[in-house]
């Protein structure tokens, strides 16, 4: 959470110098750029999206002819012991095939590769193969912030909402922001689900690792502010506090 912290505060203080026009949500990599300086995305290929296997990512892989070399794991382990780990180097370690190299990889290619290692080994060497960890964050304003786990590899702007307990009484609802890290770049779109297509904004793909952040309003912004220099000025209250009485006492 701390790496995710980092990035949100990287990406909206990037996101404060740059015209809104240099950040423009998309959900692939096809990027087309019909303006010199600017960012724009490809909205159609959206369904193209695949998730690439990240190290330290958690797959599970099960073998349908030979079950006993696939990952075991069973509904009452804990989530950060299911599956096998690929390791630092983006490498994970398997019976008869030892290390393979997977990092990078969409899960199809990720699986191929490992059937193909299997072939030399097996001749029905068929599996299915499934990163366990895919999850987007919500943070800011909402009553459950946190990470959500991607069942689907995906979901929308709406349903994290959901799972986050909806927003807050001190929510912007005006100030709805989506960061996506793509191609080492922080890319951002402020959505307000108070406007006319609030329920079209409100189906935005949400991809693992997208990050949502719900703005505070403007009163409670003010709130906090006071709530910050309160002690201050008590300090400040503390000290010409004495000398008054002095004085008054001299008078």
Same mark, same amino acid.
């Given at each position: 959470m701390k790496r995710v912290a980092m990035f949100i505060i990287a990406a909206l203080a990037m996101a404060g110098c740059t015209t809104k026009e240099d950040f423009v949500l998309f959900h692939d990599t096809n990027i087309s750029q019909?303006?010199? +300086?600017k960012q724009v995305i490809d909205l159609t290929s959206v369904a193209k999206y695949e998730y690439k296997i990240q190290p330290h990512d958690r797959i599970s892989i099960t073998m349908y002819n030979h079950p006993e070399l696939g990952t075991t794991s069973t509904a009452?382990? #804990?989530?950060?012991t #299911? +599956?096998?780990?690929?390791?630092?180097n983006g490498y994970v370690r398997l019976p008869l095939v030892k290390n393979v190299h997977v990092a990078g990889l969409s899960q199809r290619a990720a699986q191929q590769k490992i059937e193909k290692a299997y072939s030399a080994f097996l001749e029905d060497a068929e599996l299915y193969l499934e990163v366990l960890n895919k999850r987007a964050y919500i943070l800011g304003e909402v009553k459950k912030p946190g990470e959500v786990r991607l069942f689907n590899e995906?979901?929308?702007?709406?349903?994290?909402?959901a799972q986050a307990g909806d927003l807050t009484d001190s929510a912007n609802r005006h100030a709805i922001v989506v960061l996506k890290n793509r191609y080492n770049k922080v890319y951002t779109e402020t959505v307000d689900l108070t406007g006319p297509n609030s329920i079209k904004l409100a189906?935005?793909?949400?991809?693992?690792?997208d990050i949502v952040y719900v703005a505070p309003n403007d009163i409670k912004s003010i709130n906090v502010g006071i709530s910050e220099t309160n002690p201050g000025l008590q300090l400040i209250g503390n000290i010409i506090q004495p000398a008054v009485q002095v004085k008054y006492l001299g008078d």
């Open positions: 019909p303006n010199a +300086g009452s382990q #804990r989530e950060d #299911r +599956g096998v780990l690929v390791d630092a995906k979901a929308t702007l709406l349903q994290l909402l189906n935005l793909m949400i991809y693992p690792n």
